[in-house]
DNA sequence: CTGAAAGCGCTTACAG
DNA sequence: CTGAAAGCGCTTACAG
């Protein structure tokens, strides 16, 4: 058996289809009576309304796209979730493509989304303004997230790494460490790059004294061992190491581990994300807690925001999501 | 401007809306001239066809749906991955849903997917044989992921629990262990009660002198450590324990050092799923890696199989992931 | 090879 | 309140 259509509806309820419409949707126009034989009509035949019909007609999918440049890892699980759960809130499916391993892979999944979704929300390495400019449907509605650009032709959403990494350098200063080496993420990474400015910032402002001391990295653990070496060779010795990442602060741990040397007792350690294993590592590491399913869901928020008032002018818009600092054991710090 | 139709772009290369379409699908019945400056007319006017009305005709809709119980932590994450890669190796969309709270809700969702989707992908707690019977719409084609059921009805993919479980059986026994404690996951977990009857039947076949020991837990790491402790108070104290997850593994490594116990010397302990940090905690994790995204490829592999043969029946087929052992330093094996 | 026309399943003015 | 009809953008027999 097909699945039944509005037609079927109709005739078994014994009314026209325009009248099933009305019933089965807003419910108006139609007398109480003639609505209760239609929706029982309707669910004897369990009747579905076809969604590609309704969107020729409607111009609304119902659906959102995201566009995200990997689905490997924590970080984009909890993204997806974040998304998932504000789209289900707002009774929107959730179209997903990732992976494009250039700008031309991405465009083409752009395209593709086009007439499948009602708005867009869009994390890539390749968007830059040329690629939006070229590829990105003007009149569709777009949300981005954490990728390189936020100009004032779109609507944004990112990470407050900058604000997070001055809470992290804070931190440790009020620690009583002085000498803080930061390990660098990869470079054109405008999260590591966030990070960095914001350890520079607070630095400068909160103890003009102590040096800026930048250890290169590409948020790999490896990275983060090889920086710990330098470390050991630094002279005078840091008080305390703020990696760009979990991963390299996981790595530097072990770097100083291997050489015999105490975490916290006699270098501090801190990192950024806080994944999962932040916390089962010995000791235990200090870091900034990015709210990732927020990040998702706010995003979400925006863009619902922007399908619901497509005349309001929202271009430009930037929000960002809070980060904060969770104390573990290897910052040194006394814990209640 | 609103987005070109296939109609402004008969316009613009002179032609009927039937060469358009012709034209730019199979490209039969058109010369290879006015088939050129049919494609020429459609870059200029970036026309990109509407897959609503593409799909209202058709009754494809390219797009897969994927109904997962939850989206939070690594697990998912590699199984979309997963799905995605082998979905975009076919040229299907990926529409995802999650978090169903309880069975109505996961009935919904699937209600919705109606018509969205050419096929499904289905992993639900809520799945069980009077639910699908209820709720999945019979001409729909669909892969079962791990659901409790796999009757001769639906094609379905499962992890090879059982024969992981074997398989790191016999490398504790094969180290001279004789004494294997097992560590439950939650009762009415279909995972876990495959892992557990591995466990039972590897021991018996090839160590009938061995005792089972089990004891209770509920993957969780906090499970994990009460099993510890209670590893701690059997008399004989067994020589390894096998928790039926790595976060339960981990849980009890801990309470074996808060006891005093040396890990691997006193007691080796393994784990199962090879989460990401299996590898980082002291001493690194022996355990069994299941290749998730693989099981969502190969997952989606199946469906597509189904979906391009609507007349063959696979109802019933059934296949399995491998799992694999990993040896680390927790089981005490001499590494080479 | 090419085009006119029907039709996919729905919604929405427009009459009555 | 209710129904007949147009139309969303496409594909596909059917003629020519």
Redesign the interface.
């Known amino acids: 058996?097909?699945?039944a259509t509005i037609k079927d509806v109709a005739r078994e309820a014994k009314v026209s289809v325009a009248s099933v419409s009305r019933a089965l949707n807003d419910g108006r126009g139609v007398t109480a009576e003639t609505s209760q034989r239609i929706r029982d009509a309707a669910s004897r035949l369990r009747y579905?309304?076809?969604?590609?019909?309704r969107?020729?007609i409607t111009r609304r999918?119902n659906?959102i796209g995201a566009l995200l440049p990997?689905?490997?890892?924590?970080f984009?699980?909890?993204l997806?979730?974040g998304i998932?759960?504000a789209a289900?809130a707002r009774g929107l499916?959730?179209?997903?493509?990732?992976?494009h391993d250039d700008a031309d892979a991405a465009a083409a999944a752009l395209?593709?989304m086009?007439?499948?979704v009602d708005g867009l929300l869009l994390m890539s390495p390749h968007a830059d303004a040329a690629f939006l400019q070229q590829n990105l449907?003007?009149?569709l509605p777009t949300v981005l997230m954490n990728t390189r650009l936020a100009g004032a032709d779109y609507c944004a959403l990112s990470v407050d790494n900058d604000g997070g990494a001055r809470l992290m350098v804070e931190h440790l200063l009020a620690l009583g460490h002085r000498r803080i080496v930061f390990i660098q993420g990869p470079s054109g990474n405008r999260d590591a790059a966030e990070r960095e400015l914001g350890y520079r910032e607070a630095l400068a402002s909160h103890s003009p004294d102590s040096p800026a001391i930048v250890l290169h990295g590409d948020f790999s653990e490896e990275s983060g061992y090889r920086a710990g070496q330098q470390v050991l060779a630094l002279r005078p010795r840091p008080d305390a190491v703020f990696a760009a990442n979990d991963m390299m602060a996981?790595g530097c741990m072990a770097a100083l581990r291997d050489a015999g040397i105490c975490v916290p007792e006699e270098i501090a350690i801190s990192g950024f994300d806080d994944v999962?294993?932040a916390r089962?590592?010995?000791p235990p590491l200090t870091t900034i807690q990015v709210h990732i399913a927020e990040l998702g869901s706010q995003a979400m928020e925006l863009l619902g925001e922007q399908i619901d008032n497509p005349d309001t002018v929202m271009a430009g818009t930037h929000r960002r999501v809070n980060a904060e600092l969770v104390v573990r054991v290897s910052s040194g710090a006394p814990l209640v």
């Open positions: 058996m097909a699945a579905v309304p076809h969604a590609a019909a969107t020729l999918t659906t990997d689905l490997y890892g924590e984009f699980s909890e997806i979730r998932d759960l289900r499916h959730l179209l997903v493509s990732s992976s395209r593709a086009q007439g499948r449907p003007h009149d996981i999962p294993m089962y590592v010995t």
